[in-house]
């Protein structure tokens, strides 16, 4: 009896120790393969991100440039007054000028730019920004209606100066996808102003009241 529980004993304390032995070998071994799948992970990801790394600088330089141009209207009062006025002027004056209106002043600012960044100069390019506030305000306020050339011949004028305040403050930019941000903003603030226009319909005394603050704005701007 006494040999059977001491035998009993003995198998009980082997089974023990082989039960440790075999989980210290399991975590040991765990650990080692984990150790692998860390190291084959990181070298992976370090070759992914050595593989897409110019990738993104390249697309980030272009997205950086036209996000600058896409701003650049919208940070200054004196772009949105105007683009907005023109639209507004635009949609009041009605039919194709609707169209044709916004049109020349975009293609107008476009050439305005392509002269800045050719070295061209042009003078007196700021006072010319703040009078297209203040005249095309004005031209909102009295409710001017023009035949739609000499209204687009209008506006290109002072899209002239509008494009060229562009190119001299791209600040190293790329030109292209500059000038794509800036066209698309000026595009979208023509058509605000020519869906404020539609919206207001026959309540043409409000559209008229906002052009006059819009000179006033204009005047603010320019004594500030």
């Known amino acids: 009896m006494r040999m059977d529980i001491a035998e009993g ?7 023990h120790y082989d039960g440790v032995r ?25 070759i992914l991100a050595a593989a897409v790394a110019p990738a993104f600088a390249h697309i980030s330089s272009e997205h ?7 701003e650049h209207p919208l940070s200054g ?14 949609s009041m004056i009605g039919g194709r000028a609707r169209l044709i209106v916004p049109a ?9 730019f392509l002269l800045s960044i050719s070295g061209v100069a042009l003078p007196f390019v700021e006072p010319a920004i703040l009078a ?6 004005l031209l909102v306020a009295m409710a001017v209606k023009m035949p739609t050339a000499a209204s687009a011949a209008v506006v290109a004028v002072f899209a002239l100066f509008h494009g060229f305040a562009h190119g001299t ?10 000038a794509a941000g800036f066209i698309a903003s000026t595009i979208a ?5 020519i869906g404020l226009g539609s919206l207001l319909g026959r309540y043409q005394i409000v559209a008229r009241l906002l052009g006059g603050a819009t000179a006033i704005g204009g005047i603010a701007l320019m004594m500030a």
Do not use: Q
């Open 189 to 193: 603030l023509h058509a605000a102003g």
């Open 169 to 178: 403050e791209m600040h190293g930019a790329g030109a292209l996808p500059f």
């Open 104 to 112: 020349a002043f975009v293609s107008t600012m476009a050439l305005g």
């Open 132 to 137: 297209s506030v203040i005249g095309l305000g």
């Open 77 to 90: 009062a004196d772009h949105i007054l105007a683009m907005v006025a023109v639209g507004l002027w635009a």
């Open 9 to 15: 004993l003995t198998l009980g304390c082997e089974s």
């Open 22 to 46: 075999r989980d210290r070998f399991s975590g040991a071994l765990s650990t080692k393969t984990r150790d692998i799948m860390l190291k084959r992970i990181s070298i992976t990801a370090a």
């Open 64 to 70: 950086l440039s036209a996000m600058t141009g896409l």
